[in-house]
């Protein structure tokens, strides 16, 4: 398995992943123009990586999205933000989720990154549960407004 920048043909692949879950099924609609065209907005930001994971056949099984964003709170820190994180249902279960976060932060710390965050729906609790093995605290309450 390897982890690479996705690419405009690896769209299609990661929007079925996005979509192949209850909570995606209700908003996501594989197909839409608007993923390519966010796939470009993505793709043209050098603080963005948008990352598949393929198998040996070169096929998409997992993927996630790095935020890379500077601000001024703890010295000028920079954070890396883990949003998107999918593997594909036929591959689930066999650590491919593991090795993608495990990826994601070294990413994160070779771009000298002082925190790793991610948010996780509240009604995903296998979720938290394989966050939390993996060394992520629970520390804050994530909040969002539809404006």
């Known amino acids: 398995m390897k982890i690479r920048k996705a690419t405009a043909a690896d769209v299609d692949a990661i929007v079925a992943m996005l979509a192949d879950d209850p909570l995606g099924a209700k908003r996501e609609q594989p197909g839409d123009p608007a993923y390519a065209k966010a796939f470009g907005t993505i793709d043209a930001d050098p603080h963005q990586y948008l990352a598949v994971a393929v198998d040996d056949a070169d096929e998409v099984v997992g993927t996630l999205q790095l935020t890379f964003t500077t601000g001024l709170s703890r010295k000028g820190m920079t954070r890396a933000t883990v949003e998107a ?34 948010t996780t729906d509240a009604s995903r609790t296998d979720a938290h549960r394989f966050y939390e093995r993996l060394g992520f605290v629970a520390s804050h309450v994530g909040m969002k407004l539809a404006p």
């Open 85 to 118: 994180v999918r593997v594909r249902s036929d591959q689930r279960g066999n650590g491919l989720g593991e090795h993608l976060l495990t990826w994601a932060v070294d990413e994160a710390r070779a771009r000298g990154c002082g925190l790793v965050q991610l």
